[in-house]
Nanobody, 117 residues
Framework: QVQLVESGGGLVQAGGSLRLSCAASGRIFSINFMAWFRQPPGKQREVIATITNSGSTTYTDAVKGRFTLSRDNAKNTMYLQMDSLRPEDTAVYYC???????????WGPGTQVTVSS
């Protein structure tokens, strides 16, 4: 019903920057919330940034001040600008979306971000 595809991951040195993109297609009108999640090696998946249809954003403390979520509704694309990257930011980053349900039910396949020391 909704398809999400991430892009922009890669290998970067500590202190560097990356910009992730999430392209959405399908029944976009059913989306009410979108988010970026990440899953470091050997750890649980965690939400790091969210955005509502009204444009309100939230960030987890681990990325606040370094990462910025934005959205271009005309292009059906969400972005995550990541600055001042640290080795602990190394993870698979996922784009997610949901309607009014309590759980995110649309997911992209993920994109790997690796930050070297």
């Amino acid at each position: 019903q909704v398809q999400l595809v991430e892009s922009g991951g890669g290998l970067v040195q500590a202190g560097g920057s990356l910009r992730l993109s999430c392209a959405a297609s399908g029944r976009i009108f059913s989306i009410n919330f979108m988010a970026w999640f990440r899953q470091p090696p050997g750890k649980q998946r965690e939400v790091i940034a969210t955005i509502t249809n009204s444009g309100s954003t939230t960030y987890t403390d681990a990325v606040k001040g370094r990462f910025t979520l934005s959205r271009d509704n005309a292009k059906n694309t969400m972005y995550l600008q990541m600055d001042s990257l640290r080795p602990e930011d190394t993870a698979v980053y996922y784009c997610a979306a949901k309607g009014w349900g309590q759980e995110y039910n649309y997911w992209g396949p993920g994109t790997q971000v690796t930050v070297s020391s």
